[in-house]
């Protein structure tokens, strides 16, 4: 069965950095899935962060754009978000996320409620 683990979150001031992973596994060999990272706060609705396609296609919410960098190693199995120029609004709870569906950026990357696949997250907190 697939799995998703996310690490790399912590505590940073506004203006620093972190880099999260997702690592993988489970994934059919050579079969397609389509990567996201999300993150949500207590009270609000999970958003989409960026996405990934295997071609290496790739999107970013406006919110994120310039500042944050999606990638994946394919030989190592793992996603990874480069978040630079942290701000406080980007504090919330990370989670990669994996879709088998082939038209999953065209249908609607942020549609979190259709990626069937989860990790437990992890936590970003920018302080001011």
């Known amino acids: 069965q697939v799995q998703l683990v996310e690490s790399g979150g912590g505590s940073v001031q506004a203006g620093g950095s972190l880099r999260l992973s997702c690592a993988a596994s489970?994934?059919?060999?050579?079969?397609?899935?389509?990567m996201g990272w999300f993150r949500q706060t207590p009270g609000k609705e999970r958003e989409g962060v960026a996405g990934?396609?295997?071609?290496?296609?790739?999107v970013y919410a406006d919110s994120v754009k310039g500042r944050f960098t999606i990638s994946k190693d394919n030989a190592k199995n793992t996603l990874y978000l480069q978040m630079n120029s942290l701000k406080p609004e980007d504090t919330a709870m990370y989670y990669c996320?994996?879709?088998?569906?082939?038209?999953?950026?065209?249908?609607?990357?942020?549609?979190?409620?259709?990626?069937?696949?989860w990790g437990q997250g992890t936590q970003v907190t920018v302080s001011s």
């Open positions: 996320a994996a879709d088998p569906l082939l038209d999953r950026h065209r249908l609607g990357w942020d549609r979190f409620w259709e990626y069937p696949y």
């Open positions: 489970g994934f059919s060999y050579g079969a397609y899935y389509y």
């Open positions: 990934i396609d295997s071609d290496g296609s790739i």
